[in-house]
């Protein structure tokens, strides 16, 4: 990599324009660099998280940070293609041609105004079938282990069938001397299995764990109290909110790393959202075909107060059906379920409300089209169909 390329990523790092401006006029008075900088907005609010990519030779990218900022450090100078992308989002204009010939090599204000991309049925099945996962600058580890974010059921035993049991908050601790103390005390953890190095993040410990030799690892996750405590999960209301919207708002956690920010808030709704489907992710990596999960969208919008930060999320069930006004199927039928996952994040606080809306539904295939009459009456009063 060239100084010139160096002293470009450098620029990366700072979330202030004003530092960011100033490394990229130096290297362009002094090394006779081009730059390309501008802003990303949807609403007005700078959208993160948008790869910028243009048409020089070598190809260059950048991403826009927390405030929609962007800075492009191009090894030419000439007319080049300015170019935003990220899943879920139409951009006007779609791209822009920017003559990179000034004096100082720096040209500004080269802007893009987002909007929120409307899928049709026919995009979302094509989506699903793809072997698109997740957008491109999502939270995303290469491994092909399983991982998982320790819960309080979790500790209690893992040879025990959770009868009747929902899913629990996730534990947190600062302290290594604890996780090994929740190891060791156990029902099932601390007899047999063998235990591997804890390593330490930023945002938790983990220790791997494997039955026998034979057996794959697992990466046994605790998260750390100061970046995220997940105590006051309410997880039984948040499940069963999905078929009451009633519930409405159901509180998750607290956010403890500082500052809270649109950038802060994605890392963390997408991690967890990562480890949740990590097991999806082992069997079927990003290039193959059969995730049970996608997310066609991840943006966060800063209204003051607090971050609001959606996903839009879909997924495949098999559900049986009544004949009526809403759903005209009965029998099994094979869905696209279209979900829209809202966290609102208090900026003072850090505390996290989460809740679900079900969008629509887009059929992949059924038993019996539209009007039929239903040929399986005895299962129509099973069914938990919704609109």
Not at 127 to 136: G, R
Not at 190 to 200: H, P, R, V
Not at 239 to 253: L, N, Y
């Amino acid at each position: 990599m060239s100084l010139v390329n160096r002293l470009c990523v450098l620029g990366r790092f700072f979330e202030s324009d004003a530092a960011r401006c100033l490394i990229c006029v130096v290297t362009s008075v002094f090394l006779m660099a081009c730059g390309v900088e501008g802003v990303v907005t949807l609403d007005g609010d700078g959208l993160e998280a948008v790869l910028v990519t243009t048409d020089a030779t070598p190809e260059v990218e950048a991403t826009s940070n927390n405030n929609g900022s962007y800075f492009l450090l191009t090894p030419e100078r000439g007319l080049l293609t300015v170019r935003p992308t990220l899943h879920g989002f139409d951009f006007d204009p779609r791209s822009r041609r920017v003559l990179n010939f000034n004096r100082e090599g720096l040209v500004r204000g080269v802007n893009f105004e987002a909007q929120l991309h409307e899928f049709s049925n026919e995009e979302i099945l094509e989506i699903f079938q793809s072997d698109y996962v997740v957008p491109e600058t999502f939270y995303f580890e290469e491994t092909g282990e399983r991982i998982v974010n320790v819960t309080s059921l979790d500790l209690i035993s893992i040879d025990h069938i959770r009868i009747g049991a929902w899913d629990s908050p996730e534990v947190c601790s600062d302290d290594p001397a604890q996780i090994w103390e929740w190891l060791d005390e156990s029902e099932g953890w601390s007899a047999g299995w063998e235990q591997g190095e804890l390593i330490e993040t930023g945002r938790y410990f983990e220790v791997p764990v494997r039955f026998d030799e034979e057996s794959d690892w697992v990466r046994m996750r605790f998260l750390k109290c100061s970046y995220f405590d997940a105590s006051i999960y309410d997880s039984e209301a948040y499940w069963r909110s999905e078929w009451d919207p009633e519930i409405g708002e159901v509180p998750r956690g607290v956010l403890g790393k500082r500052p809270i920010n649109k950038r802060s808030v994605r890392n963390l709704v997408e991690y967890l959202w990562f480890v949740d489907h990590a097991g999806e992710f082992q069997y079927h990596p990003p290039g193959s075909f059969g995730m049970k999960y996608k997310i066609l969208r991840s943006h966060g919008v800063d209204t003051g107060d607090s971050i609001e930060h959606e996903l839009l999320e879909i997924h495949e069930e098999l559900l049986l059906h009544t004949m009526d006004a809403s759903y005209p199927y009965c029998g099994p039928s094979s869905m696209i379920t279209v979900k829209t996952l809202h966290y609102s994040v208090d900026k003072e606080t850090g505390e996290i409300w989460v809740s679900q809306q079900r969008d629509r539904r887009v059929v992949v295939h059924a038993l019996y089209p539209p009007g039929s009459t239903c040929y399986v009456p005895f299962l129509c009063p099973l069914s938990l169909a919704l609109p």
